[in-house]
C-alpha cells in the first residue's frame, strides 16, 4: 500500500527527470503586454487576452457597477436561485451574436465541452476527434462512455475512412482555431462530410471568437457556416473577450438538453453575475471596434514577415497564436528561459499538452501590442539562435 506519499515523490522525480515539470509564476499587474512577473517586469507574448479587454476601463466599470448591483457571489446554480437578469441578457446576446437560436452560459469552456459531450453522447454512440483537440474535449469524449477515435489533424479522408454508420448517434468534434498550433480547421469540408454521414458537428471556437469574422463572431461566422451546419458551437470568455467562462450555442433543442442533463452545469455554481455585466460590455467592444482584429492581424503580419527573414521555425497559423516548433523539451524550456532573461514572456509548451517531441514556443500576439514589441521579441529571438 501507498506510503506517505512517497510514490507521488517519485512520480514527480520522474517528471522532473523528463523536463516535463511545470510550476507557476507570480503575477502582481493586471493583464496586459507590460507585466511584472515574480517581480520583473516582462513583455507578454503568452496570454489569450487576444483583444487587450481583460483590463479594459469600461469592462471594469460594468463589472464594478454589477458588484454594487448584485454583491459577488452568485450563491447557488442557475437552476436553483442563480441565474440572474444580467446571465439571462448576456445569453440573449451572445445567440444573436453567433446566429445562433439560444446560447448557454458555462462557468468555464473546459466545464462546458465535458458537460455537452457527456450529456449528447454515451454507450452505443460514436465521437470522432481531430487528434490535436484540446484536453477538455478529449476528456468530454471519455466521460461519456461512447466509442472514441482520434483522426489525423485536419485529414478528411482519414476522418471519412473511420466513420461507420452505426445504430447510435455520431458526433464529429473539433478545435475551430487549434490551441497549440494556431492553424484553422477545415470547417467546411468537416460539416459536408458530416451531413454525408449523419452526423453531428462540433466546434469549439475558444481562439477564433472575438478575433475572427466580420464582428468577431468567430470561424464560423468567417466562414459563413449556419447553425444547421455546424449544430453544436462552443464559445469561451476567458480569451479574446478578456473576461471569464463559456458557453454553447445551437437550437432550442439542443440547450434544454443541456438544461436537463449537462451535469456541469446542473451540479455547480453560476459565474458571478458580475462577469456577465462585464462580457455585455466587453461584447459590444467585441462587435463595435473592428480596428483591434486589424491591429492584430497587422502584428501578425509583422512577425510572420520578420520570423521568415530569419528563417525561424515558424508553423503555418495566421490567427494570433503564432507558435515556433523546437522539437526537444528542454531545448524549448531554454529558449523559454533565455528570452526571459532578455525581459518577453514567451512560453514553452510541452507535452502532454502537445504530442511528443513537438515541443515549442507559443508566441500569442494582442492588440494592445505595438510594433515595436514585435521587433523587440523578433531581435531577442534572433540573439538566442534557435
Ligand atoms: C482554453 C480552452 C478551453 C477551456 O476554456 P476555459 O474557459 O479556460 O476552461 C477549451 N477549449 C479550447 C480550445 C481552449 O483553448
New binding site residues.
Given amino acids: 500500500m501507498a506510503q506517505g506519499f512517497v510514490d507521488l515523490a517519485d512520480e514527480l522525480q520522474q517528471i522532473k527527470q523528463q523536463n516535463l515539470y511545470r510550476s507557476r509564476r507570480i503575477i502582481s499587474t493586471p493583464q496586459g503586454v507590460e507585466i511584472i512577473v515574480d517581480g520583473k517586469p516582462l513583455i507578454n507574448f503568452s496570454s489569450?487576452d487576444y483583444l487587450g479587454l481583460a483590463n479594459h476601463p469600461q469592462v471594469i466599470k460594468s463589472f464594478k457597477q454589477a458588484t454594487d448591483q448584485y454583491g459577488v457571489g452568485s450563491g447557488s446554480a442557475h437552476l436553483i436561485c442563480g441565474h440572474s437578469q444580467s446571465h439571462q441578457a448576456l445569453e440573449e446576446e451572445l445567440a444573436d451574436f453567433t446566429g445562433r437560436d439560444r446560447a448557454l452560459l458555462f462557468s468555464?469552456?473546459?466545464?462546458a465541452?465535458v458537460g455537452v459531450i457527456s450529456a449528447l453522447m454515451g454507450r452505443g454512440d460514436q465521437i470522432f476527434q481531430d487528434r490535436l483537440n484540446?484536453a477538455?474535449?478529449l476528456d468530454g469524449g471519455l466521460l461519456s462512455g461512447a466509442r472514441f477515435k482520434r483522426y489525423l489533424h485536419n485529414n478528411l479522408d482519414d476522418l471519412n475512412n473511420k466513420i461507420n454508420p452505426i445504430n447510435g448517434r455520431t458526433l464529429i468534434v473539433t478545435?475551430g482555431v487549434f490551441?497549440m498550433d494556431g492553424d484553422v480547421a477545415l470547417l467546411a469540408g468537416l460539416s459536408a462530410l458530416a451531413t454525408k454521414k449523419h452526423a453531428w458537428l462540433m466546434v469549439?471556437d475558444?481562439?477564433g471568437l472575438g478575433v475572427m469574422g466580420t464582428t468577431g463572431a468567430g470561424v464560423l461566422q468567417q466562414l459563413n457556416l449556419t447553425q444547421q451546419q455546424v449544430p453544436i458551437l462552443?464559445g469561451?470568455?476567458?480569451?479574446g473577450f478578456g473576461t471569464f467562462?463559456?458557453f454553447i450555442a445551437g437550437s432550442d433543442v439542443l440547450i434544454e438538453t443541456l438544461i436537463q442533463k449537462a451535469r456541469s452545469y446542473v451540479f455547480t455554481t453560476a459565474l458571478p453575475a458580475a462577469v456577465a455585466e462585464a462580457t455585455r460590455t466587453s461584447l459590444k467592444l467585441v462587435i463595435a471596434e473592428n480596428w483591434r482584429r486589424e491591429k492584430l492581424q497587422s502584428l501578425v503580419k509583422r512577425f510572420q514577415l520578420g520570423a521568415y527573414q530569419l528563417g525561424l521555425p515558424v508553423m503555418p497559423s495566421d490567427s494570433a497564436i503564432q507558435p515556433l516548433l523546437i522539437g526537444d523539451s528542454q531545448r524549448a524550456v531554454d529558449i523559454s528561459e533565455a528570452l526571459l532573461s532578455q525581459g518577453f514572456l514567451v512560453s514553452a509548451i510541452r507535452p502532454p499538452t502537445i504530442p511528443k517531441g513537438e515541443a515549442r514556443l507559443r508566441i500569442t500576439f494582442s492588440a494592445n501590442h505595438q510594433p515595436k514589441h514585435v521587433d523587440q521579441l523578433l531581435d531577442a529571438l534572433e540573439s538566442t539562435s534557435l
Fill in positions: 489569450n468555464t469552456g473546459y466545464m465541452n484540446h477538455s474535449l478545435d490551441s469549439d475558444a481562439h462552443m469561451t470568455l476567458g480569451k467562462g463559456a
